[in-house]
């Protein structure tokens, strides 16, 4: 019968998730998004205004 509770502690991830997890949450996609989103309210306010 398996074992899953040391199966789990056996589980180590993969390198490449490591390192798509580090892209994901590094400083330049804050600043890209942070971009957009000033974009897009200056955009809104040409619209409305």
């Given amino acids: 019968m398996i ?27 804050k600043d890209m998004m942070d971009i957009l989103k000033q974009l897009l309210e200056q955009r809104k306010a040409v619209n409305n205004g």
Avoid at 8 to 25: A, F, G, L, R, T
């Fill in 3 to 29: 074992d899953f509770k040391r199966e789990i502690q056996k589980y180590k991830p993969i390198m490449e998730v490591d390192d798509i997890e580090n892209s994901i949450n590094s400083d330049e996609t």
